[in-house]
């Protein structure tokens, strides 16, 4: 399988609590992107990092690529009880058209 | 959500009956992608399509076919319900025809099949 893992598979924290998620992948990689799933609802993607990259920042979001170990890490700061949700990895291989996402961490941040 | 529109959103069917779930996107946009969602294995790629009549398999593709006969149509089907096949589906589009390089996936809302 060339899915991702991420961890850990939930996380419970106090708002205003920075929150950290990693993922670990497989294969070598042309990008690795981060999407968030509410409760039954489709993935919204929220960040994409280049294998070229190290450190991408959007808003909050805070995102890390170490491609020598194949890991990557999501921070989550000052969070918010509406982050509450899910949220994966998904890497796409240089060599394909796909996106192979992770089996997601499960975020709740108490108000 | 880039226009795309998945039907049903839900379904119960009978083990052994054919199931045809559609995503329709409004917006012309060449890759299209079939998912099942299920607890402890996220989501896994069951079929993809990067054409009209250009589909290929995605790691869980037995059990599945694909059809693309329009630019906004992408339909997947059961041949034989299992009840390995309940499910959360969700149809996926990349823009800007690339494939996955370099830009996003954009979902629908999904389709809860359950199959008893």
């Known amino acids: 399988s060339q899915q991702g893992e991420e961890d850990p598979q939930a996380l419970s924290i106090q708002e205003g609590e920075n929150a950290t998620m990693n993922c670990s992948y497989k294969?070598?990689?042309?990008?690795l992107q981060w999407y968030r799933q509410n409760s039954g609802r489709g993935l919204v993607h929220l960040i994409l990092i280049r294998s070229n990259e190290r450190e991408k920042h959007s808003g909050r979001l805070r995102v890390t690529l170490d491609t020598s170990k194949k890991s990557s890490s999501l921070l989550i700061t000052a969070s918010r009880a509406a982050d509450t949700a899910s949220y994966f990895c998904a890497t796409v291989a240089n060599t394909g058209n796909q996106f192979y996402f992770g089996t997601g961490t499960s975020l709740t941040v108490i108000p | 959500d880039a226009g795309i529109t998945q039907s049903p959103r839900h379904k119960v069917t009978e083990t052994g009956t054919p199931v045809t779930l559609r995503c329709h996107q409004t917006?012309?946009?060449?890759?299209m992608y079939w998912y099942r969602q299920d607890p402890g294995h996220g989501l896994r790629l069951i079929h993809y399509?990067?054409?009209?009549?250009?589909?290929d398999k995605g790691e869980v593709s037995d059990g599945y076919s694909v059809s693309r006969s329009k630019t906004e149509d992408f339909l997947l089907t059961l041949e034989s319900a299992t009840s390995s096949q309940t499910s959360v589906y969700f149809c996926?589009?990349?823009?800007?025809?690339?494939?996955?390089?370099?830009?996003?996936?954009?979902f629908g809302q999904g389709t809860r099949l359950t199959v008893v």
């Open positions: 294969t070598s990689i042309n990008n």
């Open positions: 399509s990067y054409g009209v009549k250009d589909t």
């Open positions: 917006e012309n946009h060449r890759y």
């Open positions: 996926a589009i990349s823009v800007r025809g690339q494939g996955a390089m370099g830009t996003e996936a954009f």
